[in-house]
């Protein structure tokens, strides 16, 4: 009778795993909603930085929209947007730091702004990759300034 | 041996059809980003739209953000946005009208401009709901007018 019982649980603790499993797997997973895109120059990235634009620059809108999947430790050069910056979290978790003040941990959900003409760089955790919207608005003041790589211990503070 | 067979099966079949159910689940399941947010104004909505607004207006970025989540069925009264609008479909299935053009069927990835002064309407589908961001730029131009109800003609057409 003890055999009989084991074997009519075996299929219930397989399958009973194989759901769990399915389930940890989307707690943790990030999740695309747009096309990866083209990879980020390395002059103006530290790691693979994918980008998407979706709303190109023009004199209707005054704003440029993108997506960007930073992978696991990628990271933006340091920046200046002339006319700011909104960044809205749509998976995963990664950094935002304005120059002088501390680097903040960002999620799937938060909404970041930076200042017009004010130093800051975004990327991926070192574990767990990024996707982030971009809005720029106002783009007659100007889009974007590169400036130097973030350094590791700038990165891993 | 029968009756032995058909409970060891039984958490088999019964588990089997719980795995399947949620990946069925996964494929169609909208995903919720940011909180629901406020019912919008019966005046301004057919059907349920909640709204959470993710970047209010100001002088420095002159751009109001946020994130509707439209119930199946749900939209918005016909309305003028003075410097325009983008969408940004994050989940789900919907429709998106400018007045005197056809009805087009919205899903997630997708990007939709209404330039500034033009009639339109947004909403989700009957059978599965929608969720969008939407950006709203140049406000010192103006933010929303909103106009008549859409009809149930004009939703189905």
Redesign the interface.
Known sequence: MKR?TI??????LV??Q??TD??EN?KTEV?A???KGELGPAENFTGNAWNTR??ANDS????V?GNVYFEPGARSNWHIHP??Q?L?I??GVGFHQIKGKPKQTIR??D?I?C??NVEHWHGASPDTGLYQ?Y?I??TEKGIVQWLKPVTSEEYNK
Chains 1, 2 share one sequence.
């Not at 209707?60 to 704003?63: A, E, I, L, R």
């Open positions: 009989i074997l009519a649980l075996m299929p219930l399958l009973g194989a759901c399915t389930k989307n999740q909603i747009f096309p979706l709303v209707t809108y005054n704003t929209i006319a700011g909104i809205i749509t998976s799937k959900g909404v702004k200042p017009p919207l809005i608005p106002n």
